[in-house]
Structure formats: C-alpha cells, structure tokens
C-alpha cells in the first residue's frame, strides 16, 4: 500500500497548489479559533471550503478539516459547527483534539471519519486504542516525540491508522502542552489557536541593533544589515548564566525523507507535512518531493534526496526524536 501523502493548505491557493503537485490528502482548516493556525490572511470561509473541497475531488485527492483547538467552556457551539460545516462540506475527515468534541462528533456525525490530532499527544497503544474503541477514531496523528521503533510498537498493538510528521517546524513541547506563548502574549496556541501571534509582534531600532520582541519581551537582538527573524519565543536567542544562544530549540525544520523506508516498514499508513503558514510555491516544492520519493519508493528504485535543504527553517535540518538526538 503507497504511503499516504498528507500536505498543509493555508490558503484556497495552496490546496489548489498541493494538489497539482500531486498531494494524496490535503489538511486545511477554517478562518476561526477552532483551529491551531489561527493567522490573519489564512484559512478557509464557509464557501471557499466547499470549493476546496470540491476541487480536491476532482483531481482525485482528499480534504482534512483540522478542527483541532479545545474549545471554551460555554462556546462549543462554534467548535459544533464547524464540524457540522466540514461535513457539509464533503470533508472526508475531521482532525480533532478535544474528547468532549469528539464524543459530540461520534453522536452527532456518526458517517463522518475522525482523526485524532497531534494536538491530543497521544503516544501509545493504549491512549490510541481507546479513542478508537470509545470514540471511533480511524487515524491518529503522532507527536513528534516518538523514535521509528517505538512507532513500530504501536503499531504491532493498533489497528489504528498512524500519521506521522516528515517535514517542517518542530516544537520542544510535547504537542498540545505548550503553554509558553500564552505566558507571553495572553493568547494560547492550544485554545485561540494562536503560537507568537503577529499581533504582539514588534521590531524596535536601538541604535542600530535591531531588537525583535514578543509581548513585550526580546526575543532576537541582531545587528545592523543581519536578518531578523520572526520572534517565536521557543526559538529565540537567550543568556542563562555564560551561556548565549538558542537555548530552547534551534532554528531548524524536520526532515525525515530518509527514514521513509524504515517509515514504511513501521507500519505507517501517512506522511504529514507541516507548513499551513508557507507560501504555495512551498507547499507545491516539497510536496513534488515527497510525492516522487514516495513513488521511487514503491517502483523499487532510489529516493530523490537533498532537494529540500534551502526550504528549511535556518538552512537547517533535523530527524528530531526519530533518531533520539536531543531526547
């Protein structure tokens, strides 16, 4: 069975773009905080949803709406309907994160497919197999905290599908734990979808030393004509004691293209690429890749590798937990 080809769409151009470039499965979500990449500029209407969808369809691929915030007590009919409007839709899955909304999901949308999100940090057989003996999950997406043999474990003792992340940002927390940006900023990545938002984002010239800030605090100091980059406070650039550099997580993007065959043979049913913030010719790029690594894969002849080097964060590449280098 070819390994399924997962890709991020931020924008109605991006999925068109994944999708031309031969994207198996498409994840997008809607413009609202029931979704973890609430940005201004991304994200889908109601309408351009349908239309996602639909040409999707036409071309053979299939559409994930990533619903995976928790939602707030007292406003879940938002997080309900924007189940109820995926499904409209035509999606052919739900991503979602919250056991309340997905055991509404399995009552109200019986017909509609469940994935389980990163976002629930569900790491073992037994978390895995009650979602999908209780609340009929089909398919969990896994945190990036796992090596190939311990994915291999789970899937010896599930029968749910397993989705693992191949390229793009990485995050010290276990997923759906991180409360960092919501120190900083008073906006929570796991509840208003929101991690380093743009809104609390400001540069500031201090004699020529350019200072990068987030909520308030510094998180980049760069000189003059130096590149400042976006303040996302795990990768920021902090002094502990002697110490001086980045001493959360370094500015690096996972690439695990040369673990697919190990992948593969772990029992892995999808390949997920993260990204929903990137620009279409991105998407489209890495997308190609993996598609043709994939294939080479299946035809029995050798991967493209290397092609993806300058679309890393920093120029930069890990295998992260795959490899337990860091862990």
């Known amino acids: 069975m070819v390994m ?17 470039a031969g994207a198996h499965t498409v994840y997008c979500g809607f ?11 991304l994200n889908f209407s109601r309408e351009e949803m349908r239309e996602g969808v639909a040409f999707a369809h036409g071309h053979g691929a299939k559409v994930l709406v990533a619903i995976n915030t928790f939602p707030r007590a007292g406003g879940e009919a938002l997080w309900h309907r924007a189940v109820a409007d995926a499904e409209q839709a035509g999606a052919d899955a739900v991503i979602l994160a919250d056991l309340g909304l ?8 019986p017909g509609l497919r469940c994935h389980l999100s990163v976002q629930a940090a569900a790491a073992n057989a037994d978390m895995i197999n009650f979602y ?4 009929g999950v089909k398919r969990v997406v896994l945190p990036r905290v796992l090596s190939v043999p311990e994915i291999a474990a789970i899937n010896a003792e599930t029968e749910v599908e397993t ?11 276990a997923e759906g734990r991180c409360a960092m940006s919501s120190w900083a900023t008073g906006k929570s990545p796991n509840m208003n979808g929101v991690c380093s938002p743009a809104s609390h984002v400001e540069y500031h010239d201090q004699g020529g030393v350019l200072d990068a800030r987030l909520g308030g605090y510094t ?19 902090f002094r502990a004691g002697d110490a001086e550099g980045h001493l959360f997580e ?19 049913t999808a390949l997920k690429i993260e990204g929903r913030q990137r620009s279409r010719a991105y998407v489209a790029q890495v997308v190609r890749n993996f598609r043709a690594a994939v294939d080479a894969l299946e035809a029995g002849q050798p991967m493209p590798e290397g092609m993806l080097a300058r679309l ?16």
Request: hydrophobic residues 40%.
């Open 163 to 173: 989705e693992v992340f191949v390229f793009g940002g990485l995050c010290v927390m």
């Open 4 to 20: 399924e080809i997962v890709c991020p769409a931020g924008t109605p151009a991006a999925l068109r773009a994944a999708v031309k």
């Open 312 to 327: 890393s964060e920093g120029q930069a590449t890990t295998t992260g937990a795959y490899k337990k280098t860091w862990r």
């Open 31 to 41: 413009a609202d905080e029931t979704n973890a990449r609430n940005f201004p500029g």
């Open 219 to 237: 998180i980049h100091r760069v000189g003059a004509g130096e590149s400042a980059p976006y303040p996302t406070l795990c990768k920021g650039v």
């Open 250 to 268: 370094d500015a690096v993007s996972l690439n695990a293209e040369h673990l697919i065959p190990q992948l593969k043979k772990a029992g892995v």
């Open 132 to 135: 999908g003996r209780e609340l």
């Open 102 to 109: 997905l055991a509404n999901t399995a009552r109200q949308h």
